[in-house]
């Protein structure tokens, strides 16, 4: 029961089509959802990016969205939130190092409470970054839903660096 929310990594539902160049929807996605480990031409040709994203999120939810819905509401979702703005409410901003409490309880603000799931990681020894903040819905993306935690960030005083 733990995991029930728990949408990646689920069978159901079709593989990733990619989104023609032409579709609306190729630069939505482009502005709201920057593939930026791959370059310009890789990441509009071969979708990377929201190919991965797919596979392991929107097949979880394919009897309720279509591809195309998945990431309309993804987008949505996400600019809803708007958890850069967020954090920087609470003075979270690139560059600065905060516990991992300050973030969490940043992040909580918009949540109505519900905890998100931070991931962190060490790319220089001894110095965590954020690399992900997970909030979880129910499938239907109607309310939030307590995230199961990664444990991939000390949550006990290390300061996380915020790039």
């Not at 032409?22 to 709201?32: G, Y």
């Not at 903040?133 to 300061?159: L, Q």
Request: aromatic fraction near 12%; glycine fraction near 4%; charge should be positive.
């Amino acid at each position: 029961e733990k995991n029930r929310f728990r949408l990646e990594y689920c069978s159901g539902g079709t593989a990733f089509k990619k989104f023609e160049l032409q579709d609306r929807i190729v630069s939505d996605l482009d502005r709201h959802w920057i593939q930026m480990k791959f370059n310009e031409q890789d990441a509009k040709h071969k979708q990377p990016l929201w190919n991965h994203e797919y596979t392991r999120h929107g097949r979880c939810c394919y009897n309720l969205y279509d591809q195309n819905a998945y990431f309309l509401l993804a987008m949505r979702l996400k600019d809803k939130l708007d958890l850069v703005t967020t954090l920087r409410t609470h003075g979270i901003t690139p560059g600065t190092k905060h516990t991992f409490d300050e973030i969490k309880s940043a992040i909580k603000t918009v949540t109505n409470q519900v905890d998100p799931d931070l991931k962190c990681v060490e790319y220089t020894k001894g110095v965590q970054e954020l690399k992900e903040i997970g909030i979880c819905f129910t499938p239907s993306a109607d309310s939030f839903y307590p995230c199961r935690h990664s444990n991939t960030c000390d949550e006990k005083g290390t300061a996380i660096l915020y790039r």
